[in-house]
């Protein structure tokens, strides 16, 4: 018998519901001036590569944001998600 964690993975249809975008590499080169705009919400330098697989970000790859403001590859932090429904670096909590 099996007296372990009972918490069991979000549903589809909670990580659905996430945000999610297509990264997009900037050019180092590109002076981006003042604009204190930019990435307001979430600065992209930041977040460049996952912390699920290690791997950089590349150019038109799928990225997800939970709740807490962690972002991850769409894919690495889907099947997370579906095994325990709570960030892998801070371990908040997803909303049910």
């Not at 939970?66 to 670096?89: A, E, G, M, N, Q």
Request: hydrophobic content about 25%.
């Amino acid at each position: 018998m099996n007296m372990g964690s009972t918490e069991k993975g979000a549903s589809d249809d909670q990580i659905s519901q996430l945000p999610s975008w297509r990264y997009k590499e900037v050019d180092s080169n590109l002076e981006l001036g003042n604009d204190t705009d930019c990435n307001s919400e979430l600065s992209m330098c930041d977040w460049q590569e996952c912390c699920i697989c290690l791997a950089k970000y590349k150019d038109k790859e799928e990225l997800r944001q939970l709740p807490c403001t962690h972002v991850f590859h769409l894919k690495c932090v889907d099947h997370w998600l579906r095994i325990t429904s709570c960030c892998p670096l801070c371990k908040q909590k997803l909303q049910r």
